[in-house]
C-alpha cells in the first residue's frame, strides 16, 4: 500500500511517500512544495493545489493522509491552515482517493510515543525509523512521513511487530 502524508503549510507543505508491505515500512519518496510568498494568499492556494494535483498524478497512493490543523491562538493563522486543508483534501476528492486525517498530537503519540513531542524529534524518529539521513530530512518532509506512518501503523493489528 502506498500512502501519501501531507503535512499542510502557508508557506511549505511538506509531504512523504511510504510504502507498507506486510508490517514493513519504507520511504519512497518525500520532500516540501514551497508557496511563492510574494503573491496574494488566493494565488498561494491555487499554487497548493495546483503543486498537491501535480505530486498526487505523479505518486499514485492508494491513501491520502492529511494532518488535522492545529489550533493556535491566532485566529487568523488557524483559518489559512484550514484553507490549505481544503485545498489539499479538494485535490485529492478529485481523484477519489480514499482520504484519512489524525490530529497532530496523535501523529506524534503513534510514532514517538508521546503526543507532544518537538519537530525535532519527529524528524530524528523518521530518520531512524525509515532509514534515512537526518541531516538530509527536512522538518515538512519529517512530518509528511510521519503523518502516512501513523496511518500505517494505525491499520496495523500489532504495531508491535513492526521492523
Known amino acids: 500500500m502506498l ?22 515500512f519504507s520511504a519512497v519518496d518525500y520532500g516540501f512544495l514551497p508557496t511563492d510568498e510574494t503573491l496574494a494568499f488566493p494565488q498561494r492556494l ?3 493545489y495546483d503543486a498537491v494535483s501535480e505530486l498526487l498524478n505523479r505518486c499514485q497512493p ?7 490543523v492545529f489550533v493556535s491562538q491566532n485566529a487568523k493563522t488557524t483559518l489559512k491552515l484550514g484553507h490549505a ?3 489539499i483534501l479538494l485535490a485529492a476528492m478529485e ?4 482520504i484519512a486525517e489524525y490530529a497532530p498530537r496523535e501523529v506524534k503519540q ?9 519537530k525535532r524529534q519527529v524528524q530524528w524518529m523518521m530518520a531512524q525509523m525509515l532509514h534515512l539521513k537526518e ?20 491499520s496495523c493489528k500489532s504495531p508491535s511487530e513492526i521492523y
Open 46 to 48: 491555487k499554487q497548493i
Open 85 to 87: 486543508r481544503g485545498v
Open 3 to 24: 500512502i501519501l502524508g501531507i503535512d499542510p503549510g502557508i508557506h511549505v507543505v511538506g509531504y512523504g511517500l511510504v510504502k507498507m508491505e506486510s508490517r514493513h
Open 110 to 118: 503513534a510514532v514517538l510515543g508521546k503526543g507532544g513531542a518537538s
Open 62 to 68: 492508494d491513501v491520502v493522509v492529511v494532518e488535522e
Open 135 to 154: 541531516e538530509k530530512l527536512q522538518e515538512d518532509a519529517a512530518d509528511g512521513l510521519a503523518v502516512a506512518l501513523c496511518h500505517g501503523l494505525r
Open 95 to 98: 481523484r477519489n482517493l480514499p
